[in-house]
């Protein structure tokens, strides 16, 4: 997973004319670069370390965050009203992303996201103890309708219920409290200085294990590394070029297609074809996910 989703406006981001058809284009193109790195990063953990995979990724993730911001820079826009927060939290992002690449080398790609796409209804209920928001009725029957989808797909009783599921949930929870911290940053800091510290605390975090187990790549890894670097410049850069033609708010349905995209790479690159269970799991939990953005977009509209 990508911290930016988790964001609601980019860096320079003023939305300016609502240019909602080449967002929506730019927002498919996010999607399916995010998905193409998992597939590729579910190769390169079959040969290399998770943190050397990490560590590259984090090392262009950051110079391409430090041309973003170039101006005022890196060290002007790492000042924070609230440091410590920021540090667990980019700490935070970094052990979710080395558990979803774990999690992705365990099970097929779209099963990973099927379950991770609950990620929104954990933010909704964990919402009212950590931020102190009022979730109404009928949300609260979406959360419960998201979680009945993630058991559909797991179906304990039904099927062994392995430890690979446990790293699947485990990931999905840490991505949601992840979204929750970025939203207790907002109260004091911009997207900008939320965006520094992930990439700079990022860099440091892998740096101190990544090039102790550096595995040298052979052709075919550098060349799949090169393809991460790409591939999350590209999400990133098209993730911020949509956020700054449209709002948010009316492009996270457009989020769940990295499912589908995760459904079809997965079929081409490794021939996984999800199973039926997984398949209408997955309907459940994105029909009460786009429900529960649809009472927050009503409940925002009522005048106040």
């Known amino acids: 997973m ?83 927060l920021q540090l667990g939290r980019a700490l935070l992002i970094v052990v979710e992303n080395a558990v979803f690449v774990l999690a992705f080398t365990l099970m097929p790609l779209a099963d990973m996201h099927a379950i991770a796409a609950a990620s929104p209804l954990i933010v909704v209920a964990l919402s009212v103890p ?53 939203r207790m940053c907002a109260r004091t800091d911009s997207s900008d200085t939320t965006w520094a510290w992930t990439a700079v605390v990022g860099l440091v975090a892998t740096s101190t294990v990544g090039p102790f187990v550096w595995v040298w790549p052979d052709a075919k890894g550098w060349t799949l590394l090169f393809a991460i670097a790409l591939l999350g410049t590209l999400s990133h850069l098209a993730l911020i070029k949509a956020l700054g033609y449209a709002e948010a708010g009316s492009l996270q349905p457009y989020s769940y297609t990295l499912l589908v995209w995760a459904a079809v790479l997965g079929f081409v690159m490794f021939g996984d074809v999800p199973d039926t269970w997984t398949i209408v799991g997955a309907a459940v939990v994105i ?8 009472r927050e977009r009503v409940r925002q509209a009522r005048p106040r």
């Open 287 to 294: 029909a009460s996910g786009l429900y529960a953005w649809h």
């Open 130 to 182: 950590l931020l102190g928001e009022k979730v109404g009725f009928r949300r609260w029957l979406a959360v419960l309708a998201g979680f009945v989808g993630v058991l559909i797909i797991v179906r304990p009783g039904f099927q062994a219920l392995d430890w690979r599921f446990a790293v699947a949930v485990t990931g999905t929870v840490l991505w949601a409290v992840y979204q929750i911290l970025v």
């Open 2 to 84: 990508n911290d930016t989703t988790a964001q609601k406006s980019a860096p320079g981001s003023g939305y300016g004319v609502q240019r909602t058809g080449l967002a929506i284009a730019l927002m498919l193109t996010a999607m399916f670069a995010f998905a193409a790195m998992d597939g590729v990063s579910k190769i390169l953990a079959e040969s290399l370390p998770i943190p050397q995979i990490l560590w590259v990724r984090y090392i262009f993730y950051t110079a391409f965050v430090a041309v973003m911001l170039r101006r005022p820079g890196l060290p002007a826009t790492l000042k924070s009203g609230q440091p410590w």
